[in-house]
């Protein structure tokens, strides 16, 4: 059974930094495209970045600069190193794997900017 559990979201400052982890079960992290998604209150939910199993990288203009995408294939985990941040990035954030036939989604992390 697949499971993505997501771990480090809190409350944070304008312009520290976070990290986000996301551990993968189930046999698909080596085969699967990881990528990170936020929803804040009131807004769909959108891509933040991805990173698929070579190491490529996609980011989001509006993190660019400021988040990385990372995986640890040897842990099948995915990362999520936020600086800079901003009350705009508030936001349930999501860990996803992407297979070709499948997507799964972890239960969320909440990240919450504010003073």
């Known amino acids: 059974q697949v499971q993505l559990v997501e771990s480090g979201g809190g409350l944070v400052q304008p312009g520290g930094p976070l990290r986000l982890s996301c551990a993968a079960s189930?046999?698909?992290?080596?085969?699967?495209?990881m990528g990170w998604y936020r929803q804040a209150p009131g807004k769909q939910r959108e891509l933040v970045a991805t990173?698929?199993?070579?190491?490529?990288?996609n980011h989001a203009d509006s993190v660019k600069g400021r988040f990385t995408i990372s995986r640890d294939n040897a842990k099948n985990t995915v990362y999520l190193q936020m600086n800079s941040l901003k009350p705009e990035d508030t936001a349930v954030y999501y860990c996803n794997a992407a297979l070709a036939i499948a997507n799964y989604w972890g239960q969320g992390t909440q990240v919450t900017i504010s003073s």
């Open positions: 990173i698929t199993r070579g190491g490529s990288t």
């Open positions: 189930g046999n698909i992290f080596s085969r699967a495209v």
